[in-house]
């Protein structure tokens, strides 16, 4: 079985630990203190000890963080600089990121428990790049003019929402606050961020490293919370115009009815996935296996396009499932400052017992257990790779969202039973497709009802490709120039023509 390995000690390990120096509210250019003084423990998920005390943002503070932007907004610089001169400072806070990529690295693995490698050679390096993608938009935006029918000259105008609330989930901390930030600066926008408050720590430090950028006062604020107190008043506040969350479909759920009942603000939604991964006959299998286990473990399975499900042509069904197996055997499950660590523990406790709940579901049910199911270690939140077969459609393992690593496993027979099944969710947020065959790759992914759908590969994100769900995972885009346009407005701008020769 997976066994934990623990470099605690070791000097690799112990000289990435970082320093903990912002832990208070970012609101108008300085760290402060919340209104109420209250604090909040963030957890290292490796122990389940306490890292530090955090500043408890709350709708008072939220308010004070809002004012600061709005007045950014209205009389600051930053919606009214040329497109150039935000990109200059965007590109400088990139600059700063790449500086202190360890720095963000670990800060997300002593509170995330991401792997620390992972996140120093990948993801920090794309967060640095999502900023420089939207710097290179922000002196590029532009409306058209229009050839009217009558004696009129028109254009359009594309200008910033104003004031966006952004919501942030625990999974990728660093990755998600540029996801969202990179976009509205670009924009033009101001902006109040909640990290998610088991995770606050890295958001804390960016907002750092956006001062030292030379981003003015109040266009960015961080207020660390909770969802019932500090979440809500963002998405209820009357000025706010925008609210871009990513997490559960439940708070999702919430957020617009706060926007609807406030002042109907804008609301984009990236909520949560039941991705299927759907493998033909004439897959290569090692391939395939790989894919799947990828798809499923890498990040302990917290991520909302894990591919959760995974649909086997009969042909090779057997054979796929050994080499499987095989491999979650050999997944190594540890420290995640340790390299050759491939799977660190759960975010949180809360996270944790959830998908070990599930585990005990799928038994109950009457799913066949292949591999994994257990606990690793005798302190913080590691789970084993865990893999069932002998899946009904109605259990809660296929329909539910764990966020874990845990993968449901079921055999077919022809390329409609996959699609059906495929799309026998209220889930669209990703698929996945392995196949050799041209025809097969284009029928599958035109009937799946997802936002995204890889062939042959999985987990291919990219700044310029568009990301977001069907159904219930949600509407509205991150990446790409369509991330960057919901948060622009248009404007139709008329004027009549007066002895014009033409119109």
């Given at each position: 079985m997976t066994s934990l390995t623990n470099t605690n000690g070791d000097a690799a390990s112990v000289?990435?630990?970082?320093?903990?120096?912002?832990?208070?509210?970012?609101?108008?250019?300085?760290?402060?203190?919340?209104?109420?003084?209250?604090?909040?423990?963030?957890?290292?998920?490796?122990?389940?000890?306490?890292?530090?005390?955090?500043?408890?943002?709350?709708?008072?503070?939220?308010?004070?963080?809002?004012?600061?932007?709005?007045?950014?907004?209205?009389?600051?610089?930053?919606?009214?600089?040329?497109?150039?001169?935000?990109?200059?400072?965007?590109?400088?806070w990139a600059q700063l990121i790449d500086e202190h990529a360890e720095e963000l690295a670990a800060l997300d693995t002593i509170d995330a428990g991401k792997l620390y490698h992972m996140c120093r050679n990948v993801e920090v390096p794309a967060a640095a790049s999502t900023l420089r993608y939207y710097a290179g938009a922000a002196d590029k935006i532009h409306g058209e003019v229009l050839k009217m029918s009558r004696e009129f000259h028109a254009y359009t105008l594309l200008e910033p929402v104003?004031?966006?609330?952004?919501?942030?989930?625990?999974?990728?901390?660093?990755?998600?606050?540029?996801?969202?930030?990179?976009?509205?600066?670009?924009?033009?926008?101001?902006?109040?961020?909640?990290?998610?408050?088991?995770?606050?720590?890295?958001?804390?430090?960016?907002?750092?490293?956006?001062?030292?950028?030379?981003?003015?006062?109040?266009?960015?604020?961080?207020?660390?919370?909770?969802?019932?107190?500090?979440?809500?008043?963002?998405?209820?506040?009357?000025?706010?115009?925008?609210?871009?969350?990513?997490?559960?479909?439940?708070?999702?759920?919430?957020?617009?009815?706060?926007?609807?009942?406030?002042?109907?603000?804008?609301?984009?939604?990236?909520?949560?996935?039941?991705?299927?991964?759907?493998?033909?006959?004439?897959?290569?299998?090692?391939?395939?296996?790989?894919?799947?286990?990828?798809?499923?473990?890498?990040?302990?399975?917290?991520?909302?396009?894990?591919?959760?499900?995974?649909f086997v042509q009969e042909g090779i069904y057997d054979e796929f499932e050994k080499k499987l197996v095989e491999k979650a055997k050999a997944w190594v499950v540890g420290d995640p400052f340790d390299p050759k660590v491939q799977q660190g523990p759960q975010c949180n406790k809360t996270q944790f017992e959830k998908v070990l709940s599930y585990i005990e579901h799928g038994k109950r049910e009457g799913a066949t257990l292949l591999t994994g199911g257990k606990t690793v270690g005798n302190k913080g939140y590691f789970i084993e790779p865990t893999i069932f077969s002998n899946i009904k459609e109605d259990m809660l393992i296929a329909q539910d969202e764990i966020f874990g690593p845990v993968l449901a496993l079921k055999k077919f027979k022809t390329i409609e039973e996959a699609i059906k099944s495929a799309n026998n969710t209220k889930y669209g947020l990703a698929a996945g497709i392995v196949t050799k065959n041209i025809d097969t790759a284009n029928t599958v992914s035109r009937s799946i009802r997802a936002g995204t759908v890889w062939i042959n590969c999985y987990f291919a994100f990219g700044d310029d490709v568009p990301f977001g769900g069907y159904k219930m995972s949600g509407f509205g885009k991150d990446h790409g120039l369509e991330a960057l346009h919901k948060y622009l407005q248009v404007k139709s701008v008329v004027t009549p023509l007066y002895n014009s020769p033409w119109l």
């Open positions: 000289n990435n630990l970082p320093t903990v120096t912002f832990t208070k509210l970012f609101i108008n250019g300085d760290f402060v203190d919340s209104v109420s003084g209250k604090t909040f423990e963030t957890i290292d998920p490796r122990t389940g000890e306490v890292i530090a005390l955090i500043s408890e943002g709350e709708k008072e503070d939220i308010d004070i963080a809002v004012k600061a932007a709005r007045h950014a907004f209205d009389s600051g610089p930053w919606p009214r600089l040329p497109g150039a001169e935000r990109a200059k400072i965007l590109m400088k104003g004031v966006v609330g952004h919501i942030i989930p625990w999974n990728f901390p660093n990755t998600m606050f540029y996801i969202k930030v990179g976009p509205s600066l670009a924009a033009g926008c101001t902006m109040v961020l909640k990290p998610a408050e088991q995770t606050p720590l890295s958001a804390l430090y960016s907002a750092h490293l956006a001062k030292l950028a030379g981003l003015p006062d109040g266009v960015l604020n961080v207020v660390p919370g909770f969802g019932p107190t500090a979440g809500a008043a963002l998405s209820s506040h009357m000025d706010v115009d925008a609210v871009s969350f990513t997490g559960s479909t439940k708070t999702g759920r919430e957020i617009m009815q706060a926007a609807a009942k406030s002042n109907l603000k804008q609301v984009t939604l990236e909520l949560g996935g039941k991705s299927p991964l759907i493998i033909f006959d004439d897959a290569d299998i090692d391939k395939a296996a790989e894919l799947a286990l990828i798809g499923i473990l890498y990040n302990k399975g917290e991520v909302c396009v894990a591919s959760s499900r995974v």
